[in-house]
């Protein structure tokens, strides 16, 4: 392979050992086994090239600027609206990666989750004056 | 009677010169509004013009619709018009609902238990920690 996978302290690393050792217990309910597939499929396709097409991966700029070194974004899966995405970088030595989240959080996939999806207010209404000053 | 502007700032007026005084204003005030359209005033807020409302004030809200409705079998109400999908509904102990239109967060943008999470890794990464590599061998299908 072409590079090690490592997972970010203490969560990524956290759920991977509990993903992992349940998987091998055969205690992934369906929703975590389905997951977890996705998941060793992606890591498998950026342990050989994190640029490969189905991951899709990018920079996230934003993410960048804010911790000062370059963070990317993977897709797990194609084809979906609001896929499973992991975001990584390159370290600590090299041919490292280290996969540093995922989203959505395994939390939100719980049941009940849905109670706890979050709402934003409604954006301020523009007034003209500010339109004209944005043209 | 002729009355001097300290005199009324100051209270050395008895009782009859001020109800004279009051008087004159109130004729003069009446007359200035009859003849000029000038009108006082003493809202302390006069360059605040009713026809040119700032962007600072609040609109007031209006009543747009006002009905009567009955909850079905499964206690349900319907919205008539809403113009939005979404809303935050907080149940009050009088019995009354609050309901404030939301829109969906975007499905960009990353939620903030990822985001502590990321957060937390970043932190340990940039010390240089993270897990020992993991191995897929055991989970790739052949």
């Known amino acids: 392979m072409a590079f090690n996978i490592r997972m970010g302290l203490p ?3 956290a759920l991977w050992n509990n993903l992992s050792i349940r998987k091998q217990q055969g205690h992934l309910d369906k929703d975590e086994e389905k997951f977890f597939k996705k998941l060793v499929k992606s890591l498998g396709y950026l342990a050989e090239n994190p640029r490969h097409n189905s991951l899709a991966s990018h920079e996230i700029d934003d ?33 490292d990666i280290t996969v540093l989240a995922i989203e959505p959080h395994p939390e939100d996939q719980k049941r009940g989750a849905y109670q706890r999806i979050k709402l934003s207010a409604l954006p301020s209404v523009k007034t003209r ?7 | 009677m002729q009355l001097r502007a300290l005199d009324v700032f100051f209270g050395f007026l ?7 005084m009051r008087f004159c204003l109130q004729t003069v005030s009446f007359y200035m509004v009859l003849r000029i359209g000038f009108t006082f005033d003493n809202s302390g807020k006069s360059h ?38 979404y ?10 609902f609050y309901l404030e239109p939301r829109v969906l967060v975007s499905p960009q943008a990353i939620s903030a238990r990822s985001l502590k999470m990321l957060d937390k890794s970043v932190a340990n990464l ?3 920690l993270a897990s020992a590599p993991i191995d897929l061998s055991a989970f790739v299908e052949a």
């Open chain 2, 48 to 85: 605040h013009s009713e026809v040119m409302p700032t962007l600072t004030q609040k609109q007031p809200l209006t009543v747009v619709e006002d009905y009567d409705v009955a909850a079905d079998a499964k206690k349900r109400i319907s919205l008539r018009n809403a113009k939005t999908k």
């Open chain 1, 11 to 13: 969560e990524m690393e």
């Open chain 2, 14 to 20: 008895n009782e009859t010169e001020f109800k004279h």
């Open chain 2, 126 to 128: 940039k010390k240089g």
């Open chain 1, 129 to 135: 004056s500010e339109e004209k000053r944005e043209r």
């Open chain 1, 63 to 95: 993410l960048t600027r804010k911790y000062g070194f370059k963070i990317f974004q993977s897709y797990l899966e194609n084809n979906t609206p609001s896929a499973g995405r992991m975001f990584w970088a390159y370290g600590p030595d090299k041919r």
């Open chain 2, 87 to 96: 809303f935050h509904v907080q149940a009050l102990s009088n019995g009354s």
